[in-house]
């Protein structure tokens, strides 16, 4: 076969797409035929297990947050769930606790680990121990960091954070048994907490930068602090925009900290809005608020759903690019 | 269908399916029927589940057409209700007075008048304490088993650290300030301490208030009168012990199973709890019995003792056959021990012979003739220091007893817990405008 003839074969078996498309087979042993069946098989599962646990239950979620009920009997009750969560005096409480919890961590959580990141990026011997190091505290199952934290958080003068306190100096803190001190309490323990995961996902980014714009950049004469602000971080700053919506979102979720440190208190300082949902639901769940609590749900999931599209339609050119 | 792709994308789609079908299997017994027994709250001691072995076979030995299966069980407000809708609860379980009212008005407890009625000891229970199982009707939703008074808890153990006498437990308010501040100075550890959240910061202040004649509704449980004399002062006693004295330690984030953990470490001189809490004390936080020392509130001005306890009840949802089982497993587990010499012997040696708490304090859910009667019988089981208890056992039947606010308590309670904290937090809370507004949103509560 000359290699004329192999194009005029090749080209053969072009045409028929060439010449526009064939009309689709649209039944259902065309569908078959095209591999839709084997498709839908592997994918059963995950749209099974789905369906049961994450889709309708959802729904079943937004359909209770019109009805008022104690999971016996059902009531249709329309809007009446909104509105008494809207006129409870704690819901602002509730939002301005978890704004001021989403914007503690935003300003003292969200740098840190892209600092660490870039500076253990820089460091050339025993980078796996920092790595490992740095990721440690997210090994440790969330509840028992919380408990331990609450143990080193002993307003006592003997507690442990107090104690390192006095060596410096520094008057014992009542930390988590202060209205004023226990929110800025809980970021710190979820800082520690989150951080070595956002740090593994900027090192991996850091990776992906050419390292050909930091020798030209190098050539230009940039110090280390230029390079990372004019390479560095513009190359990471598609990571960054992911990483802090997802951060927005998590804060705006928080529960296990109020819930485990604090129940909310002293005197309602730490009562967010997940721990309300909670409250609605399970603290007097003899009558049941039910609704409420998916109602509330509904609320929240409907503004971080509106922020996300905001946020990513207001970064999309600056993230892409 | 020869690819391997699709044979494996056939055999996830059916191993998918078939696990969940796994799901919705349920069991049944040969011939026997099932009886899922609420039993002890979650870390009790494997001795609790050796006296109840040997009760659960005794219990069998009698019954040989029901096999009873014991379950842990622990009553939580939060889990109940998705418990109850899931079909997951046990069969005979336990609740509160204080949340009897409304489980029965909801529909969530069965109807066992007709077999009380049949047992024939309807006549027989302390009537305050039978009307918490009782609906408008006339019907009955559960067998109270159990009741008990608040009392003062102490540590012995601190009382001698800190140069007082544990045998002469404080008898008012002002003595359990003096003591507790003694305390913390010879020790360190707080003088006194009260519960203040989910809830029991709640209770705990109603208990401490009534004590001090101060009560949350009116009797009928239509008008809040939280703000009153009872309520500030004990408010205001938190406040001055917490900031003029230093005696109350530096955790005020505490509620039942916290305050209990501190006491049992040895780090809480005195606090107020249930009478019968030594048995959890000893057998859920490894308390030492030697330190133990349990005393009635101090009561001024007209003050009463809150009471509580629990009643034994089935969900709505059993078949004749396994209700009419639960029904006879109530009687034998929970109720003969309180009306029959045998029972109540049997009972205190399987308890006894594993090391169990037999002789706890409480009040009597039936007539008091029966309750210092069943007493004898048991005598030669006791086992708990009830002479380091002698200060409630001589006092309380000189005490008034009353009941928990009627409507809405768990959500007044709740309302309540932010104000103990503040107080205790915050030296300059105002504790009149925080009643007022819990007074205000309580009203609102209880009239809509």
Known sequence: MTVLDERRAVEQRLRPRQTGPRRRDRSIRGWVRRGGLVTLLFALPMILVFTVYSWWPILQSIWMSFQKTNLITYQFVGLDNFVNVLSDPLLGRAVVNTLYFALLALVFGFPLPILMAVLMSEVKRMKGLYSALAYLPVIVPPVVAVLLWKFFYSASPTGVFNTILGVLGIPPQPWIQDATQAMPSLVLEATWAAAGGSIIIYLAALLAVPPELYDAAEVDGASIWRKIWHVTLPQLRGVIFVMLILQVIATAQVFLEPYLFTGGGPNNATVTVLLLIYRYAFENSLGGKYGEATALSVMLALFLAAASFLYFKATEKWSTD | ?448
């Open chain 2, 1 to 448: 269908m020869k690819s391997p792709t699709k044979v494996i994308a056939i055999a996830a789609a059916f191993a998918t399916v078939a696990s969940l079908a796994a799901c919705s299997t349920g069991g049944s017994a040969d011939g026997k029927i099932e009886l899922r027994v609420a039993t002890f709250p979650p870390g009790a001691d494997q001795a609790a589940y050796d006296a109840f072995a040997t009760q659960e076979a005794q219990f069998e030995k009698k019954y040989p057409n029901i096999d009873i299966i014991g379950v842990e069980y622990e009553w939580e407000g939060p889990t109940f209700t998705a418990q109850l809708a899931a079909g997951s609860l046990p069969d005979v379980f336990t609740v509160p007075f204080t949340d009897a009212k409304t489980l029965l008005e909801n529909g969530q407890l069965a109807d066992v008048t007709e077999e009380i009625k049949a047992l024939g000891y309807e006549d027989k229970f302390n009537p305050i304490i039978l009307d918490a199982v009782k609906d408008s009707k006339g019907h009955l939703f559960g067998f109270p088993r159990q009741a008990y008074a608040l009392g003062l808890q102490y540590n012995r153990q601190l009382f001698e650290q800190a140069g007082l006498d544990p045998d002469s437990p404080p008898t008012t308010w002002d003595q359990v300030r003096e003591y507790a501040k003694q305390i913390s100075e010879k020790t360190g550890k707080a003088g006194y301490a009260t519960m203040t959240q989910n809830n029991t910061g709640g209770w705990q202040l109603t208990a401490q208030a009534a004590s001090r004649g101060g009560f949350l509704q009116s009797d009928d449980g239509t008008t809040s009168t939280i703000a009153n004399d009872g309520v500030k002062a004990t408010l205001q006693y938190f406040h001055d012990l917490r900031w003029d004295d230093n005696s109350m330690g530096d955790n005020f984030l505490l509620d039942w199973g916290s305050i209990n953990q501190e006491f049992a470490a040895g780090n809480i001189g005195m606090y107020t709890s249930g009478s019968d809490l030594y048995t959890a004390l000893v057998r859920d936080f490894s308390l030492d019995p030697a330190v133990y020392g349990l005393t009635t509130i101090p009561m001024e001005d007209g003050g009463k003792v809150l009471g509580g306890g629990d009643i034994a009840v089935l969900p709505p949802s059993l078949d004749a056959d396994t209700k009419a089982a639960a029904v006879k497993w109530v009687d034998w587990y929970y109720m003969q021990k309180l009306l029959n010499k045998d029972a109540a012997v049997a009972d205190a040696k399987a308890l006894s012979d594993s090391g169990q708490a037999v002789g706890t304090p409480v009040l009597p859910v039936l007539d008091q003739a029966t309750y210092e009667e069943s007493l004898t019988w048991i005598e030669p089981y006791v086992n708990v220091p009830r002479d380091q208890m002698q200060g409630f056992i001589d006092g309380i039947f000189e005490q008034t007893p009353v009941g928990e606010p009627k409507s809405h308590t768990q959500e007044i309670y709740a309302l309540l817990d932010p104000i103990v904290q503040a107080v205790l937090t915050d030296r300059n809370a105002d504790i009149d405008a925080l009643l007022a507004q819990a007074d205000k949103d309580a009203q609102a509560l209880i009239g809509g």
